[in-house]
């Protein structure tokens, strides 16, 4: 069955840069997108970004270009985000999602702190 | 980007009734509306797609519906397992964005 294994929870200071991971297994890693989605402490799903893991092509939304990284290792179908120029309004679970439209798998989330 | 407001934002409900949650978009989105569900541990699963598809294997008390700019989720008689948070997401025109969430509580 599929699965998204998400990397565990991390503790970064401000200004710092934060890398996470996204482990998929059960289907085809090259032939779907893997996006990303943040949700700050108690409120909705913002989604961040995608990449096509086949050909490494990326779209951002606007609020997050320059601020997220994605990657793909295709050879572990592992897919990567990494944050940088951390502030407190970057702490946040983030989630990895099979999809660039309709999103049918989740991964179980990474939980951000920023904090000194 | 598509603004998608939810109403209501929470919902006191009780075992065995039927709820309805709205969904409204900042413009039409030609049915390009899913839902999801989110539990209290954080684990999100897929509800409905394109409207009024069911995903594989939920429950067929689960049902979409609407068009233009309302869609709606309907649950026809609550169970244990469906007191959670619901979104909705249109992926009419990118970013896809979701809905502000609406908390189904027991009354």
């Known amino acids: 069955q599929v699965k998204l294994l998400q990397s565990g929870a991390a503790l970064v200071k401000p200004g710092a840069s934060v890398k996470m991971s996204c482990k998929a297994s059960?289907?085809?890693?090259?032939?779907?997108?893997v996006s990303w989605v943040k949700q700050s402490h108690g409120k909705s799903l913002e989604w961040i970004g995608e990449i096509y893991p086949n050909s490494g092509a990326t779209n951002f939304n606007e609020k997050f270009k320059g601020k997220a990284t994605l990657t793909v290792d295709k050879s572990t179908s592992t897919a990567y985000m990494e944050l940088s120029r951390l502030t407190s309004e970057d702490s946040a679970i983030y989630y990895c999602t099979r999809g660039a439209s309709r999103f049918a798998y989740w991964g179980q989330g990474t939980l951000v702190t920023v904090s000194s | 980007d598509i603004q998608m407001t939810q109403t209501p934002s929470s919902m006191p409900a009780s075992l065995g009734e039927r709820v309805t949650i709205s969904c409204r978009a900042s413009q039409g989105i030609s049915n390009y509306l899913n839902w999801y569900q989110q539990k209290p541990d954080g684990t999100i699963k897929p509800l409905i797609y394109?409207?009024?598809n069911l995903q594989s294997g939920v429950p067929s008390r689960f049902s979409g519906s609407g068009s233009g700019t309302d869609y709606s989720l309907t649950i026809s008689s609550l169970e244990p397992e469906d007191f959670a948070m619901y979104y909705c997401q249109q992926y009419d025109s990118s970013p896809p964005t979701f809905g502000g969430g609406t908390k189904l509580e027991l009354k």
């Open positions: 059960g289907y085809t890693f090259t032939d779907y997108w």
């Open positions: 394109y409207t009024s």
